[in-house]
Structures are given as structure tokens and as C-alpha cells.
């Protein structure tokens, strides 16, 4: 199953977000100071303040690049919106590229269009990291996983209306296609591509290779039926 990045402390405790949150325990500290033992009320704003501070550096940077499991409660509404319209941009800047990745791998457009409509809308609602590199290969392999199941619940081949241009491609078992498309197309390593297909690397570059001899055989021989 398609996994999402392990949660990037490091990443996410920045030296200079650090320094901040110091800043900000502190005057939470000297506000609580004041107000209870000198019965300042300066202490208040103090601490207001220093809550403040952590909230900026802290809890709402956790809520768009990192989700730490904070109850739902507690989300901030602006902060999820803007993580969801961050993956939306992402999923929209790279669609040409999912979907030529998609009609590819299925011969009906409509239902390469809807399974890609799938994949990436559980793709957005399982990611936990950052909006990266990774978040294309996740995308790709919820892609994958939806086609793969769509192809064992319908149990029939689906009607080709692009034979002329996908005829090697779709007489290719679903398997091999996959792995020749994310490599050819999404440009994924074998390595990226075994996750996803969850088979074992060699397994999927021996696919690769006979696949990638298939498609020179399908060339080789339109060139000599010219």
C-alpha cells in the first residue's frame, strides 16, 4: 500500500524556529512571574504574547507542512485550508503530466480520467509530509493502486479505441505496462516503481526489460511495414 513520508522532526525544528520558541517559552514564563507572585497584570499581555509567538513558529507551520496527530479540535481551519489548496496546486501544475501517464495505462479515457480523479483525491487526503518530490511518486502509486483494482473488480478487458498508438502497450499484461510507463514517462527508478507495485526490484526490472524490447520489436516492426 502507498505510504506517506515519516514525519520530519529535524526538518521541522529549524534553528531559527528554535530560537523563537525559546523566545516565546520565555515570556510565557516571566508573564506567568508578574501576574502571580508581583500581581502585575503587565503579566498578561507578556504571556499573551509568548503564546503567540509559539503558535506562529510552532503549531501552525505543524499543521501545513507536517501533520504531528494534533485532535481534530484543535486543528486551525485557515492553516488545513491552506495545505489542501498547497496539494491542489501541486496536483494541478503536474496533471498533464498524470494525465499521459494515465491514458497510457488505460485505453478508455474516460476511465483513465476517472481513476486518476480517484487516485489523486486519496492521495490528498492521505499525505503527511511536505509538499515535494515524494508527494508526485504517492500520487502515482494511489494512481497505480486504484487502476489495479478497477482492472481485478471488472475482470474483462476494456475496449481499445487507441490500438494505432497503444497497440504494443495494450497487449502487454497490466503489470508490465505499469512498470514501462512510470519508468518511460513518470521517469520513476526501479526502485521508486517495486514500492509501488510492491514486487521485488529485480522482478520489476526484468518487466522493464522485456518490456522496453517489446516496445523496439512493435517500432522495428511498423519501420518495415512502411
Not at 523563537?20 to 512571574?33: R, W
Amino acid at each position: 500500500m502507498c505510504e506517506a513520508p515519516a514525519r520530519q522532526w529535524r526538518e521541522f525544528l529549524r534553528p531559527q524556529r528554535v530560537l523563537l520558541g525559546v523566545t516565546g517559552a520565555a515570556l510565557i514564563a516571566v508573564g506567568y512571574f508578574m501576574y502571580f507572585t508581583h500581581n502585575s497584570a503587565i503579566g498578561v499581555p507578556i504571556a499573551g504574547l509568548g503564546g503567540a509567538v509559539l503558535m506562529a513558529c510552532f503549531f501552525l507551520p505543524a499543521l501545513s507542512q507536517v501533520e504531528y496527530g494534533f485532535p481534530f479540535s484543535l486543528k486551525v481551519t485557515a492553516a488545513l485550508r491552506s495545505r489542501e489548496a498547497d496539494l491542489r496546486k501541486a496536483f494541478e501544475d503536474q496533471r498533464p503530466d498524470f494525465e499521459l501517464c494515465a491514458k497510457l495505462l488505460c485505453d478508455d479515457a474516460a476511465t483513465a480520467q476517472e481513476l486518476l480523479t480517484a487516485g489523486l483525491a486519496r492521495a490528498t487526503l492521505g499525505w503527511r509530509g511536505p509538499v515535494g518530490p515524494q508527494l508526485r511518486v504517492y500520487a502515482l502509486c494511489w494512481f497505480v493502486h486504484r487502476l489495479i483494482a478497477h482492472h481485478r473488480l471488472v475482470a474483462a478487458p476494456q475496449p481499445t479505441t487507441t490500438a494505432d498508438t497503444y497497440g504494443v502497450l495494450s497487449k502487454m499484461t497490466l503489470s508490465r505496462r505499469i512498470i514501462v510507463v512510470l519508468n518511460e514517462i513518470a521517469d520513476l527508478d526501479v526502485e521508486q516503481i517495486a514500492l509501488i507495485v510492491e514486487r521485488p526490484p529485480s522482478e520489476v526490472q526484468d518487466e522493464l526489460s522485456n518490456a522496453k524490447r517489446a516496445l523496439a520489436m512493435g517500432v522495428q516492426g511498423n519501420g518495415d511495414n512502411r
